[in-house]
């Protein structure tokens, strides 16, 4: 092989098709978000009441069914704002929280709206870790997380 | 009274945004050989590999099978080789598995090599992002980056650090990893800079995010008997570890506490009988592929008190000069090929004590810290390494 | 070989189509759970947790995240295997053996969310191969094919195993398929890669399972019916398909050689009371025959002719159906040593093989199908 010879890229993709079971214990929570419903599960040896709901405490290691509702408003307890353009992920500015619905002892990911991002002074002034939250429904809901369309500061 | 495990010898490569230079099995044969020949070994001599990788990056799934020969050698057929793979954590993962290979019993002298080239992905935030529970979570565009950027603001809010001990933390690896041949990003920063750069998800700054890299690298465990016969000074295992928190990152908010890896420490430091860490350990190497981690790592391994990191780095405490280099090699934050790189901290750890870490080689290293991190920080590895042996 | 390890606890759950009211790593959880409750344990008294799979069949990167708190791993010193839980039970081993762990639970699962096959095309490197449309079947039957024209073997002699490990699971309520199937059905069912026909190959299973191993001191505590592992080794062949033998198992033979080397066999027709091996068709369970010193090379197929490996046979194999019958990709050879484990505690059910005191367990671990395959030999013992 000469200095000059060029060396050769080969392109490539993981078209890889999948089908992802959101098993019972989610499927039941989308479908309670249809009807703008928010749900979570409680251990009954820990009490946590946990979202989004799994199938089983890790921490106790038992079968969950105890389905309660929880608040459709909630505390931030923790966000970041994405300035960055990544291939394939959402166009920025979005707000990415951790939100914990009144009643819950565990967080919700989701998005934060109706709130001034590009301006990065202005975003920290209002967004703080503490603040009071409320979910804002789309008005087609499907049974997924997005039937939520995102959490907004309560007024 | 378990068996006795020392690192012989550690091969590292030279690491890149992409290594055009060299096909995958190429760059695993790059470091393998480089750890042979530190320990004056021959393939034939090895007698068991325990490989990471995270796959979905190198864009190969399981391609430790592609390089099979790069790692057993010729005549790989008949020789055992282990898959290990756990997030970012891998890289420490696989020296753990090396470790238990040999203090089994099975196995006299065994070979840890890790590998990632996410030079070959095109976005590797969108992998990131396939790591993301696809139920709840994946369409939020979560990757590690965001992640890191929560923990950012949570210890901003509680313990007012701010965004002048980012850049000190920065400025502090940059520095280093200027004496570090292996390592990817090798430029000059001040803190100055680093206040410039773009805002990627606040309140990290491009200086406070890890590159994306190939690299590679190899690490050869021993026996006793073989290490003494291997190497002037091997460096022995007095403590290793790992822990794994469960996924869900909505159930521990307190980002700013890495209660997991104080758990795992408070296990490890008791195995290897360290009792402060801060005046016992000479050197650590610490998975810091934000510098709002390595902060936040300080507190967890006990090096300060929580919410105290951000003194060790404004006093100096943790540069070359201070009482615990942390980093010599300038960490994840200079050079990240994600799987390898917590080998890479073993590696650099093993170097330090067996006196071989060239220019940044810290003064009379008697124990060395090895950590890595993974998942959305929910796995940790640790390993304590030292010249006398347990 | 100092240290004594055994299993003491198993867990297998329903093993079938499709289990779309789960998600993949509840079927660790079940797995575990099963396993704590058959070993009367609770998450408590686990030391450490071994989970195994692979992320791109998992369609989850990191998928371990997932597994590990599944299997009961939380804040627990646990890790992964990018493997099939056979080589879960390696590395568990060689954690109690070092003396550092006493109990540790291992676990693997097989579903339905992708289809393996398409996601194996993606181990083969992208520079000569992958574009090709190789995968973890088509490298299979390439061997299978090398193996048919180098010995002579016909399609007939093949199909006999696939009728003996068909007979086999239809008398083992955990199978998945539970059908019997004649020679003349195998040799007319529609040609899938040849010569691999589609009653050659085998299903895909969902489900998991389980074991618990334990270190002597504690294993005699939590049961008097401890399965100990006497010998364990594990090699990989090398992964160019167009540098070696295909017509061998060559990886299967290293492994079985020091496997047997640790437990005294020097005889495995005659030492062995039964087997449990990766039969991922029927042509690799005559190359395993041989592999294993069971046949000279070349000769296997006279040794399910002869009635040696059925039911009732001098080395019964594959008593369970074997992985034509059960296939949950990434636990297929979990299960091999789970089935052995049952047998030799006598509760394999209508199975059983009188007596069985020493048995091989064989597990394949190989996304990349004949390319780099690794093969893990246990040799277990009833105690």
């Known amino acids: 092989m000469t200095q000059e010879e060029e060396i050769i890229i080969i392109p490539g993709r993981w078209d890889l098709p999948f089908r992802h079971t959101a098993g019972r214990v989610a499927s039941h929570f989308f479908h309670a978000l249809k009807e703008k419903r928010i749900l979570a599960l409680r251990c009954p040896r820990c009490q946590r009441v946990l979202i989004p709901p799994r199938p089983f405490c890790e921490r106790c290691f038992v079968t969950l069914d105890e389905w309660v509702e929880v608040g459709q408003q909630g505390t931030l307890e923790a966000f970041t704002v994405c300035y960055a353009r990544f291939t394939g992920l959402p166009d920025p500015p979005y707000c990415l929280i951790l939100v914990k619905p009144d009643g819950a002892d565990t967080a919700l990911n989701h998005l934060l709206g109706e709130v001034e991002l590009r301006d990065v002074e202005r975003m920290k002034e209002a967004v703080s870790i503490g603040m009071r939250l409320e979910a804002v429904w789309r008005d087609e809901r499907e049974g997924g997380i997005q039937d939520i369309k995102y959490f907004r500061p309560l007024a | 009274m378990p068996r006795r495990v020392a690192i012989v010898a550690a091969g590292l490569t030279p690491t890149s945004s992409h290594r055009t230079d060299v096909t995958y099995p190429e760059l695993v044969y790059e470091a393998v050989s480089a750890a042979l020949e530190q320990a004056g070994l021959q393939a034939s001599d090895i007698d068991a590999v325990a490989y990471g990788s995270m796959d979905p990056f190198d864009g190969v799934f399981a391609p430790e099978r592609w390089n099979v020969e790069a790692c057993a050698g010729a005549g790989a057929a008949r020789r055992p080789l282990m898959k290990i793979t756990t997030g970012g954590t891998t890289g420490g993962s696989t020296a753990l598995a090396g470790y238990y290979h040999v203090a089994s019993g099975l196995f006299d002298v065994v070979l840890a090599v890790a590998s990632q080239r996410v030079g070959e992905t095109l976005e590797a935030q969108l992998v990131l992002n396939t790591a993301v529970d696809p139920i709840y979570e994946r369409w939020l565009g979560a990757g590690a980056i965001t992640i890191a950027a929560l923990q950012g603001v949570r210890h901003f809010w509680r313990y007012g650090t701010t965004e002048e001990d980012l850049a000190l933390i920065a400025v502090k690896n940059y520095e280093n990893a200027r004496r570090n041949p292996n390592a990817h990003l090798m430029r000059m920063l001040t803190v100055k800079d680093a206040l410039n750069t773009r805002l990627v998800s606040w309140p990290l700054r491009l200086s406070d995010c890890c590159p994306s890299s190939d690299g590679a690298v190899a690490v050869i465990f021993a026996s006793e008997e073989r290490a003494r016969a291997i190497a002037d000074r091997p460096a022995w295992v007095i403590g290793a570890g790992q822990i794994t928190d469960n996924y869900w990152m909505g159930d521990r908010t307190w980002y700013e506490h890495w209660d997991s890896l104080s758990m795992l420490a408070h296990r490890v430091y008791r195995q290897a009988k360290i009792e402060d860490p801060l005046a016992e350990l000479d050197v650590a190497e610490l998975y810091n592929a934000f510098s709002i981690q390595e902060i936040i790592e300080y507190e967890a391994l006990g090096f300060s008190d929580k919410g105290k990191g951000a003194e060790l780095i404004r006093n100096g405490v943790t540069t070359m000069a201070g009482q615990l280099p942390v980093n010599p090699s300038g960490g994840v934050l200079c050079t990240n090929p994600i799987g390898a790189s917590g080998l890479i901290r073993v590696a650099e750890a093993a170097l330090q004590v067996m006196d071989k870490a060239g220019e940044r080689q810290v003064p009379d290293v008697r124990k060395a810290l090895a950590h890595a991190w993974g998942a959305v920080i929910g796995f940790h590895t640790l390993m304590v390494l030292s010249r006398g042996a347990p | ?383």
């Open chain 3, 1 to 383: 070989m100092s240290a004594r390890v055994a299993i003491v606890g198993i867990g297998q759950t329903a093993l079938r189509a499709s289990a779309d009211d789960r998600l993949y790593h509840e079927h660790d959880y079940e797995a575990a759970k099963l396993a704590l409750a058959d070993a009367a344990l609770d998450r408590g008294d686990v030391d450490t947790v071994i989970c195994s799979g692979w992320d791109a069949v998992d369609g989850r990167t990191i998928s371990d995240m997932h597994t590990v708190m599944s299997a009961g791993g939380y804040l627990k010193d646990s890790t992964h295997v990018g493997e099939d839980g056979i080589m879960a039970i390696a590395y568990a081993y060689m954690r109690i053996a070092a003396g550092l762990f006493d109990v540790a639970l291992v676990t693997a699962h097989g579903h339905a969310e992708s289809s393996f096959e398409t996601v194996s095309n993606v181990v083969f490197d992208p520079l000569f191969v992958r574009s090709l449309g190789q995968s973890h079947l088509v490298s299979l039957a390439l061997q299978a094919n090398a193996y048919l024209q180098r010995h002579g073997v016909s399609g007939e002699q093949a199909a006999k195993v696939a009728v003996k490990n068909r007979g086999n699971g239809a008398a083992n309520p955990r199978a998945h398929l539970q059908s019997p199937v004649d020679v003349d059905e195998v040799l007319t069912s529609a040609l899938v890669c040849y010569p691999l026909r589609d009653l050659h190959c085998p299903p895909q299973s969902v489900g998991g399972v389980s074991l618990i191993l334990a270190s002597e001191d504690v294993a005699r505590r939590i049961t008097n019916r401890p399965v100990w592992l006497t010998g364990i080794h594990w090699a990989i062949d090398s992964y160019e398909l167009g540098s070696k033998e295909l017509s061998r198992l060559d990886s299967l033979a290293g492994a079985a050689e020091r496997a047997y080397g640790m437990a005294g066999i020097s005889d495995p027709l005659r030492d062995l009371d039964v087997a449990e091996l990766h039969d991922i068709t029927p042509f690799h369970e005559l190359m395993a025959y041989e592999a294993l010193g069971l046949a000279p090379e070349g000769a296997g197929a006279r040794l399910v002719e002869e009635g040696v490996t059925g039911a009732g046979g001098d080395l019964p194999v594959n008593p369970s159906g074997g992985v034509l019958c059960t296939n949950p990709y990434g636990a297929s050879g979990l299960l091999r040593a789970a089935e052995a484990a049952l047998q030799l505690r006598g509760e394999a059910g209508e199975r059983q093989v009188p007596g069985a005191a020493r048995a091989l367990a064989h597990g394949m671990s190989a996304p990349s199908g004949a390319a780099a395959r690794t093969d893990c030999v246990l040799i277990l013992e009833g105690g």
